[in-house]
Every structure is written in structure tokens, then in C-alpha cells.
């Protein structure tokens, strides 16, 4: 093969060999950016979790009380209708 013959073929291999490193550089690049992204949604969802979960705590705890309050003014109510029965 003459010169420029075998001055082509390396010139050949290099753009084989960098469109295969760009590639590659390329898709880890964006395989990284895609796994930073599910994180930083993994992260936001577990915040989101625990915000629920303690706000149905909170909630949990005004129902209870709120049925202790209830509970209590029935007895109240039972008490008075039992002394207007007496009264009456």
C-alpha cells in the first residue's frame, strides 16, 4: 500500500475509535444524570412519605380526640335528661 493509502486507513480508525468513545462517553454521561434524577425523586417521595404519614398521625390523634370530647358530652347529655326525668 502506498503512504496515503495507509494515511487514510489510520485516519479511518481514529474516527471509528472517537465516534466510539463519544458514544460511550454519552451515554454514561447521560446514565448518570438519569440515575441523579431518579434519586433526587426518591428522595423528594420519601419526604412526601413522612409528611403523610405525619400528618395521619396528627390526624388520628384529633379524631381520637374529638370521640373522647363526643363520648363525654353524651354522658353530659345522659345526666341531664336522667335530672329532667327526676325533675319532671
Known amino acids: 500500500m502506498a503512504e496515503a493509502d495507509w494515511g487514510m486507513v489510520m485516519g479511518i480508525v481514529v474516527l471509528v475509535l472517537g465516534t466510539i468513545l463519544a458514544v460511550t462517553l454519552i451515554t454514561q454521561v447521560f446514565g448518570t444524570w438519569r440515575a441523579r434524577a431518579a434519586l433526587a425523586r426518591e428522595e423528594a417521595y420519601r419526604q412526601l412519605a413522612q ?3 405525619e400528618q395521619q398521625a396528627a390526624l388520628a390523634k384529633g ?4 370521640t373522647e370530647t363526643v363520648k363525654d358530652m353524651q354522658r353530659r347529655v345522659t345526666s341531664i335528661e336522667k335530672l329532667l ?4
Do not use: F, K
Open 85 to 88: 326525668s327526676e325533675v319532671g
Open 51 to 53: 409528611q403523610v404519614a
Open 63 to 66: 379524631m381520637h380526640d374529638t
